[in-house]
Nanobody, 115 residues
Framework: QVQLVESGGGLVQPGGSLRLSCAAS????????MAWYRQAPGNERELVAE???????NYPDSVKGRFTISRDNSKNTVYLQMNSLKPEDTAVYYC?????????WGQGTQVTVSS
Protein backbone atom coordinates (compact mmCIF):
# COMPACT_ATOMS: atom_id res chain seq x y z
CA GLN A 1 0.00 0.00 0.00
CA VAL A 2 1.41 3.37 -1.05
CA GLN A 3 1.25 6.07 1.61
CA LEU A 4 2.19 9.75 1.53
CA VAL A 5 2.52 11.55 4.87
CA GLU A 6 2.81 15.35 4.90
CA SER A 7 4.27 17.43 7.70
CA GLY A 8 5.47 20.97 8.34
CA GLY A 9 2.26 22.95 8.04
CA GLY A 10 1.27 25.64 10.50
CA LEU A 11 0.64 29.33 11.07
CA VAL A 12 3.03 31.87 9.58
CA GLN A 13 2.97 35.65 9.12
CA PRO A 14 2.82 37.27 5.68
CA GLY A 15 6.30 37.42 4.20
CA GLY A 16 7.41 34.43 6.22
CA SER A 17 8.63 31.00 5.17
CA LEU A 18 7.63 27.40 5.72
CA ARG A 19 8.95 24.06 4.50
CA LEU A 20 6.61 21.14 3.93
CA SER A 21 7.77 17.54 3.79
CA CYS A 22 6.14 14.47 2.29
CA ALA A 23 7.46 11.01 3.13
CA ALA A 24 6.51 8.21 0.74
CA SER A 25 6.39 4.49 1.36
CA UNK A 26 5.28 1.43 -0.59
CA UNK A 27 6.56 2.61 -3.98
CA UNK A 28 9.74 2.92 -5.99
CA UNK A 29 10.02 6.58 -5.09
CA UNK A 30 12.60 7.62 -7.69
CA UNK A 31 10.28 6.54 -10.53
CA UNK A 32 7.40 8.79 -9.45
CA UNK A 33 6.50 12.26 -10.53
CA MET A 34 5.80 14.10 -7.28
CA ALA A 35 3.72 17.21 -6.78
CA TRP A 36 2.13 19.55 -4.28
CA TYR A 37 -1.44 20.74 -4.63
CA ARG A 38 -3.48 23.05 -2.43
CA GLN A 39 -7.15 23.64 -1.77
CA ALA A 40 -8.81 26.50 0.07
CA PRO A 41 -12.45 26.30 1.23
CA GLY A 42 -14.79 26.80 -1.73
CA ASN A 43 -11.94 26.57 -4.24
CA GLU A 44 -10.79 23.87 -6.61
CA ARG A 45 -7.67 21.93 -5.83
CA GLU A 46 -4.78 23.48 -7.77
CA LEU A 47 -1.25 22.44 -8.64
CA VAL A 48 1.46 24.50 -6.95
CA ALA A 49 4.61 22.54 -7.81
CA GLU A 50 5.68 19.41 -9.64
CA UNK A 51 8.96 17.53 -10.00
CA UNK A 52 9.71 14.67 -12.39
CA UNK A 53 12.04 11.70 -11.83
CA UNK A 54 14.79 13.53 -13.75
CA UNK A 55 14.43 16.66 -11.61
CA UNK A 56 12.50 18.92 -13.96
CA UNK A 57 10.12 21.27 -12.14
CA ASN A 58 6.91 23.07 -12.99
CA TYR A 59 5.18 25.95 -11.17
CA PRO A 60 2.18 28.13 -11.87
CA ASP A 61 2.74 31.87 -12.11
CA SER A 62 1.10 32.43 -8.72
CA VAL A 63 4.01 30.79 -6.87
CA LYS A 64 6.88 30.99 -9.35
CA GLY A 65 9.93 32.55 -7.73
CA ARG A 66 8.55 32.01 -4.22
CA PHE A 67 8.10 28.23 -3.94
CA THR A 68 10.68 25.53 -4.64
CA ILE A 69 10.00 21.82 -4.89
CA SER A 70 12.83 19.34 -4.34
CA ARG A 71 13.27 15.64 -3.70
CA ASP A 72 15.67 13.44 -1.78
CA ASN A 73 15.46 9.96 -3.25
CA SER A 74 17.65 8.52 -0.49
CA LYS A 75 14.99 9.54 2.04
CA ASN A 76 11.93 8.91 -0.16
CA THR A 77 10.89 12.47 0.59
CA VAL A 78 9.70 15.46 -1.41
CA TYR A 79 9.82 19.00 -0.03
CA LEU A 80 8.13 22.30 -0.71
CA GLN A 81 10.03 25.39 0.39
CA MET A 82 7.60 28.31 0.62
CA ASN A 83 9.01 31.84 0.87
CA SER A 84 7.43 35.30 0.82
CA LEU A 85 4.12 33.80 1.87
CA LYS A 86 0.90 35.70 1.23
CA PRO A 87 -2.55 35.36 2.83
CA GLU A 88 -3.85 33.91 -0.44
CA ASP A 89 -1.46 30.98 0.04
CA THR A 90 -3.65 29.82 2.93
CA ALA A 91 -4.95 26.34 2.12
CA VAL A 92 -4.65 22.67 2.86
CA TYR A 93 -1.58 21.42 1.02
CA TYR A 94 -1.58 17.90 -0.39
CA CYS A 95 1.28 15.71 -1.53
CA UNK A 96 0.67 13.72 -4.71
CA UNK A 97 2.47 11.01 -6.64
CA UNK A 98 2.01 9.60 -10.12
CA UNK A 99 3.66 6.58 -11.67
CA UNK A 100 2.28 5.38 -14.97
CA UNK A 101 -1.46 5.06 -14.27
CA UNK A 102 -1.05 4.91 -10.49
CA UNK A 103 -1.91 7.94 -8.34
CA UNK A 104 -1.91 8.57 -4.60
CA TRP A 105 -2.81 11.57 -2.42
CA GLY A 106 -1.55 12.42 1.04
CA GLN A 107 -3.90 13.39 3.85
CA GLY A 108 -3.06 17.09 3.67
CA THR A 109 -1.49 19.64 6.00
CA GLN A 110 -2.93 23.06 6.86
CA VAL A 111 -0.97 26.21 6.00
CA THR A 112 -2.34 29.48 7.34
CA VAL A 113 -0.75 32.82 6.44
CA SER A 114 -2.07 35.55 8.70
CA SER A 115 -0.93 38.44 10.84
Amino acid sequence: QVQLVESGGGLVQPGGSLRLSCAASGTIFRANTMAWYRQAPGNERELVAEITPDGSTNYPDSVKGRFTISRDNSKNTVYLQMNSLKPEDTAVYYCYRRYLGLRTWGQGTQVTVSS
